[in-house]
């Protein structure tokens, strides 16, 4: 591996649309050396999760289930994301390959996370040569769930050892140890030493990405404890500077937002306009950082998206989230707009004017750079 490439332990957070994939991407393929498959639309070393609220230390680490095999009921470990992600990473460096590989988990704080990562926890501090400061014991089970997820055939009995690809765990572990000093692998070493301990640590060629939707409500509390093991960043939502210093995406700008008869507008103006109007607010909107939204909050089809796109997702997105607690903003501008004193009794008062609202929310973002160009 790349010992001048440090592991990325970062969360990426922003507002919903923002382009948080893309950035974990970005990181991959630029930083970590990691190869995106656009085939397939996958990072390759890389393994995925989503948190929810039903998502356990179970699933992340491993689980025992039973399994129909004939008459009769065996059970069996299933590796979680984590163990699989560290077996990659493990067998990498006994192997002496030389590859980085990445965990990445989305919506890390719709999940408990606290609980899901458990003794975890403790393996994200880092020393200075990136591996964890401290160990964390594994269980038979984990340990056989994480030689399996190292792409060895691992089992046990309770009348046998663990057997690691049909050799006794102590033979193998030997085996293995004369092989790796043959090599000088110190890192295989390293590896070989915890396992032989029932032990586990992330090493060096591990990066984990986690993402946060900072919009959505329904999430978990971070404690500081959790978050001070990461590093943060945040993307910023599109704003009429982006447009000014040209700073807006080509794959953005060509799309075009397309009303009735025909008539298209530029998504990315609209975009910019919602924002801006949502920061105008900002003495009636709550955590107005996290309302805004990005350039891929609507997936675009051929670079076109529709009126009907906007009106089933955006719309309700303003209704119910944004201006949840006040639509006087709404009311308002769309009064001033229109001319007439507007009623919004309903969600379906406010979609009645979803082509409306769109026209004039795109064309004030055009007013505005006339007049700054004007200026």
């Not at 498959?37 to 491993?62: A, C, M, R, W």
């Not at 470990?77 to 699989?84: E, K």
């Not at 999940?111 to 964890?132: C, H, P, T, V």
């Not at 050892?161 to 006794?168: E, L, R, V």
Request: aromatic letters at 12%; one cysteine or more; proline letters at 2%.
């Amino acid at each position: 591996m790349n010992q001048q490439i440090k592991p990325i332990q970062k969360i990426i957070f922003g507002s919903p649309g923002i382009g948080k994939s893309f950035k974990i991407r970005s990181i991959a393929t630029e930083y970590l050396q990691i190869h995106f498959d656009s085939q397939t639309n996958t990072l390759k070393n890389t393994i995925k999760t989503v948190f929810h609220p039903e998502y356990t230390y179970s699933d992340f680490v491993g689980k025992l289930l039973p399994q129909s095999q004939g008459n009769s009921i065996i059970y069996k470990f299933y590796s979680g994301h984590f163990i699989r992600a560290l077996g990659l990473a493990y067998r990498d460096l006994l192997n002496g390959k030389g590859q980085n590989y990445l965990l990445v988990i989305d919506e890390l704080n719709r999940g408990n996370a606290a609980a899901i990562f458990g003794s975890i926890f403790q393996l994200l501090d880092r020393e200075n040569d990136n591996w964890s400061t401290y160990e964390v014991d594994l269980s038979d089970l984990e340990l056989i769930g994480l030689f399996n997820s190292m792409g060895y055939k691992a089992q046990a009995s309770t009348d046998s050892p663990i057997q690691i690809d049909g050799s006794n765990f102590d033979v193998f572990c030997n085996m293995t140890e004369r092989e790796l000093k043959h090599q000088s692998n110190e890192s295989g070493l390293r590896i070989l030493k915890l396992l032989k301990n029932r032990k586990i640590s992330i090493p060096n060629n591990l990066s984990l990405i986690a993402t946060i939707n900072t919009s959505d409500e329904s999430i978990y509390y971070l404690d500081s404890a959790f978050k001070r093991r990461w590093d943060w960043e945040y993307l910023d939502a599109p704003a009429e500077k982006d447009i000014k210093a040209n700073k807006v995406l080509e794959e953005v700008s060509s799309i075009i937002l397309l009303l009735n008869d025909n008539k298209q507008l530029y998504w990315y103006k609209f975009v910019v306009g919602i924002n801006e109007f949502i920061k105008s607010h900002y003495e009636t909107v709550r955590k107005i950082e996290d309302k805004q939204i990005g350039w891929w909050f609507i997936k675009a089809e051929n670079d076109v998206i529709t009126l009907q796109q906007v009106q089933d997702k955006l719309m309700f997105y303003l209704w119910d989230s944004v201006f949840a607690r006040d639509k006087k903003p709404l009311i308002q501008f769309l009064s001033d707009k229109l001319g007439k004193d507007i009623k919004l009794i309903t969600y379906a008062d406010f979609v009645e004017h979803t082509e409306q609202f769109v026209q004039h929310i795109h064309d004030n973002v055009t007013s505005l750079l006339t007049k700054d160009l004007e200026f």
